[in-house]
């Protein structure tokens, strides 16, 4: 809206030449900057290395407060209002753990490889770095106006090679390691090679480790390797020319950035062995301080499940799928492979075996052109289409029938999208009765059902009249018993759900077919991009295809320089389309002669890149040791800022803010990135974050015009209720802020209108910090307004001079003062600043109409404001006689003895209504209180000489009398 209200103007200047003003606040906020970067305040010793500080007391001593923002990454368009909030919030809270006495590690370094340099360089020739760095530059100096108190020595981009080198140096430990299950932990891969070469352990196969080649023995590796490159189902977007996460796809089976169709494909990828850890990254979730909501979050995306897994025979082989319900097995009645399955191809018959039913084919006069047609259909799909698509059940029967292992029945095997093989085998064992989905697909394909968990709501046991499955834990079982009384047979009839999945679990362990088991929704990790700038792989190919890794003397292997930085793209639909990365257009960077220890020779590049999420999956450890060329951290100040102690069982930073949106992908990432460096002991902390806050979202109004399109916001006028654009009406609706829809307010502007201090002082004002608030430009001018009452009451708006008295302050002063200290502290603290704001203006307006402020006072409202609105702080402190920083002054401390009101009014109630009101001290006990209760003549009034039955006494507050 175009409606504001101004700060000062030129009268205001000439009648009141020290106002504070947005012209006074720009040169106050400016010279306190330069201050700040000058005498680097805001630097952060650490106990060792070359941000070791020798003038400093015992560093490793003194209590550390590590602060953290989620990495941002540098936009071209810059920021807006909304961006800002949480780097705001942690600066307030830094600021006051420093005046507390800690030692505060904060900074902001930039997530800066992806693809949405790439795209722009695709579009202008502009090369990535180029623009990334202009975006960067430009993001310095909006967080640098803002009075961010950073340590600048800490700041990364993750595009720096010497950043990358450790990157890859991260990729290198993963990759040479593999996860021991029996020491739960992750080891270096040269142990297992031991293993093997000494015949602790046998190698897979059956071989011995000196009778494989190289390439033999780098394909056993793989299958152990925590880093390892494989043919896999991917989500494949044509449009992109890249593959994507899971978690890169939308609900819609489209792609996230640019809203291309993804495509399920067979290629080979890099992949991260993250499900190794599950167990770990649930477990260690009840060592961190985060919301209940996240935690929720990644535990359903773990998706840790108990159950079976259970061998089905078909023809010479077998189908093994796990189950939550291995109780139901007597009611399998069909099977369910993957479209996908490996095993599909070699269970085909020719020919469509007797009986089959039409339905069943798909059309098709073979099984195997019923499979192909299938599986082209299923391929345009992504797996959440398919999870998704529901309300019509599609599948095709593969000709094929397995044995149920504890019935003896034959079940035909289909294949149907609904069954995915990122989870579980990519197989289950359908049970219609008592699962839903599993119901509709037999109702579809007429296939048999068996009721083996008996009915509870009076439906009876045959499910040919039910209208959907019966689905309970609280049942027992029927109808699910063979060869009862023999040596093999099993009868589960009679027992609970609970102790049918015990017996059957140890009956199929005992008969070699099954065994009980956890599984996991977790997939590994997809690692590989087909991008230009990204991180490229520290991985050669000799001419056998065997892959090496470089030695960390040959890091980094920086991104070279290309042509073309587009990705091959191609018509979106074209799923049969396969990747071309960028990187293999170099040749002279993709072919190299390298002397990796037997002498030189010519090696390939790996020519895929690393997704942008590896680049923040470990800044955490370069802020605290950003120039250290020998380690990724020195353990020591690893230590310090990140060590577990018994407040942080698992160690973490003390405090990342960030939006929920990252609630899985990043956060789970970098666990588990952390996880392996403390098994490998190149850290001591177990986890990365230990608090994690989620800040809210600037919303703002968007405003439409009658094609539905977003119109420049700040050109909408009002009239009578109605909004009208250039004399057109237009609609006006709630949504986020941002360039697209054209509603975004620059912080510079609200800067050069009323100052930072102001805009800090607004942000957090606006509400709760963990809940979204709208923009609201015309109230931006209240937040203004105390700070200029703030400087009245100091400075004296005509001569400059001070104003504040020498005299001491008076009782109700000094109540007044440290009941907003104790409030603010507790507020600061709890990260609740919008009520410490209000407490801060509440104490400012007392201070205007007590008429003077003595200096005593002034000092501590001015060391309370300080984090909030720092520049004017740090003025009024220089004023006031300070010839230091007030950045690491003490923060005001509350005397107990004026935050406790004198006296408090204590209601007396008689039968229920209200009779006296008296003034108690707070101290006062409940048999006091009571004897001065009755004593009181209304209260004695009000009883008239009848019988007092009860008193109920709760000092200070209430006295409740009743009466016979």
Request: proline share 6%; glycine share 8%.
């Amino acid at each position: 809206m175009s409606e504001t209200t101004p700060a000062s103007g030129a009268a205001d200047t000439a009648t009141a030449p020290f106002r504070y003003s947005a012209a006074l606040a720009a040169e106050i906020e400016s010279r306190w900057q330069d201050i700040w970067e000058k005498e680097g305040t805001f630097h952060a010793p650490n106990p060792a290395g070359d941000l070791a500080d020798p003038a400093a007391a015992d560093v490793a001593a003194k209590p550390h407060s590590f602060i953290m923002d989620m990495f941002p990454y540098p936009s071209g368009a810059g920021l807006h209002v909304g961006h800002p909030l949480g780097y705001i919030a942690t600066d307030v809270f830094a600021r006051y753990q420093r005046m507390n006495g800690y030692n505060v590690l904060h900074t902001l370094g930039y997530d800066s490889f992806g693809l949405p340099a790439e795209q722009y360089a695709v579009q202008t020739g502009t090369h990535p770095r180029v623009s990334t760095e202009a975006n960067i530059a430009n993001m310095r100096q909006q967080l640098r106006r803002l009075g961010l108190g950073h340590d600048p020595r800490r700041s990364i981009a993750t595009i720096d090679p010497e950043y990358y080198r450790w990157t890859q140096w991260i990729f290198l430990q993963i990759f040479n390691s593999w996860y021991d299950e029996r020491a739960a932990k992750a080891r270096p891969i040269a142990e297992l090679v031991a293993e093997f070469e000494n015949g602790d352990r046998e190698v897979p196969g059956g071989r011995a480790w000196s009778e494989l080649n190289g390439a033999e023995r780098e394909d056993v590796l793989g299958e152990y390797r925590l880093a390892y490159a494989k043919e896999v189902p991917v989500n494949w977007c044509p449009g992109l020319g890249t593959v994507l996460s899971n978690e890169e796809v939308t609900a819609d089976g489209r792609s996230e950035r640019g809203n291309f169709p993804v495509f399920k494909s067979n290629l080979r990828q890099w992949m991260m062995r993250i499900t190794a850890y599950s167990d770990r990254l649930i477990a260690d979730l009840d060592l961190l301080d985060w919301p209940e909501a996240i935690k929720l979050q990644q535990r359903n995306w773990i998706g840790r499940s108990e159950g079976a897994r259970v061998d089905f025979a078909v023809g010479e082989g077998k189908i093994t799928v796990f189950t939550t319900r291995p109780d139901t097995l007597f009611g399998a009645t069909y099977m369910v492979l993957a479209p996908e399955h490996e095993l599909v191809d070699t269970i085909v018959p020719a020919a469509w075996p007797e009986g089959t039913r039409e339905a069943w084919t798909g059309g098709a006069a073979t099984p195997a052109e019923a499979v192909t047609a299938y599986r082209a259909a299923a391929a345009a799909k992504s797996d959440v289409e398919r999870q998704v698509e529901a309300k019509v059940k599609t599948g095709v029967f593969t000709g094929a029938y397995a044995v149920n292992p504890v019935s003896g029945e034959p079940v035909p095997v289909f294949i149907a999208d609904y069954v995915l093989m990122g989870y579980g085998t990519g197989a289950i064992m359908a049970v219609p009765a008592h699962d839903h989905r599993d119901f509709a697909f037999a109702r579809a394909f007429d296939l048999p059902m068996r009721c083996v968990v008996e009915p509870t709501d009076g439906r009876g046991e045959d499910p040919a009249g039910w209208d959907d499955a019966f689905d309970t834990y609280d049942s027992v079982i029927v109808n699910s018993a063979h060869d009862e009384g023999t040596e093999d047979g099993i009868a589960l009839n009679g027992l609970s759900v609970v102790d049918a999945k015990a017996a059957v679990t140890a009956w199929l362990t005992a008969h070699g077919i099954g065994e009980g088991t956890v599984n996991f929704r977790l997939r590994d990790w997809l690692f590989s991009r087909q991008r230009y700038w990204g991180e490229p792989f520290p991985i050669v190919y000799d001419e056998d295809g065997v892959m090496h890794a470089l030695p960390e003397s040959m890091l980094p292997v920086e991104v070279p320089q290309v042509d073309d930085y587009s990705p091959h793209t191609y018509d979106p639909y074209d799923s049969t389309s396969t990747p071309k990365t960028p990187l293999s257009r170099n040749e002279d960077w993709v072919t190299v002669e390298l002397d990796l220890g037997d002498g030189p020779r010519t090696y390939r590049r790996e020519t895929n890149t690393m997704p942008n999420w590896a680049g923040s999956c470990w800044y955490e450890l370069r802020y605290i040791d950003p120039s250290n060329r020998e380690q990724v951290v020195d353990p020591a100040n690893e230590r310090y800022w990140l060590g577990p102690t018994e407040q942080k069982p698992g160690g973490g930073a003390d405090l990342y803010v960030g939006g929920a949106e990252h609630a899985v992908l990043h956060l789970l990432y970098a666990r588990f990135w952390h996880k392996v460096l403390h098994d490998l002991g190149h850290v001591s902390s177990v986890e990365p974050f230990h608090k994690l806050f989620n800040q809210g979202m600037i919303t703002a109004d968007v405003y439409r015009d009658e094609r539905g399109f977003p119109v420049p916001a700040a050109e909408v006028e009002e009239r009578d209720g109605q909004y009208f654009w250039q004399g057109e009406p237009v609609k006006r609706e709630a949504g986020k802020m941002g360039k697209s829809l054209k509603n975004a307010v620059a912080p510079d502007e609200i800067a050069d209108e009323y100052g930072a201090d102001t805009l800090r002082l607004y942000e957090m004002s606006m509400g709760p910090l963990d809940v979204s608030r709208p923009w609201d430009t015309r109230a931006v001018v209240g937040s203004y307004r105390f700070l200029q009452r703030l400087w009245r009451n100091v400075v004296d708006e005509a001569t400059g001079e001070l104003v504040v008295t020498e005299e001491e302050p008076d009782e109700a002063t000094l109540r007044a003062l440290h009941k907003a200290v104790d409030g603010v502290r507790g507020d600061m603290a709890g990260l609740r600043f919008n009520t410490a704001v209000a407490k801060a203006i509440e104490l400012n307006n007392y201070l205007v109409k007590r008429g003077s402020t003595p200096r005593s006072v002034a000092e501590q409202v001015v060391l309370m404001v300080a984090p909030l609105a720092p520049h004017i702080a740090e003025e009024l402190w220089r004023r006031l006689g300070h010839g230091d920083s007030l950045a690491y002054a003490g923060y005001p401390v509350a005397d107990p003895a004026y935050v406790v009101d004198e006296t408090v009014t204590c209601v007396v109630q008689v039968k229920g209504k209200v009779k006296a009101r008296l003034e108690v001290a707070p101290s006062i006990s409940d048999a006091e209180l009571e004897a001065l209760a009755l004593a009181d003549p209304a209260v004695v009034a009000a009883i008239g000489g009848a019988e007092v039955r009860k008193v109920i006494a709760r000092a200070p507050k209430l006295v409740n009398i009743v009466t016979g």
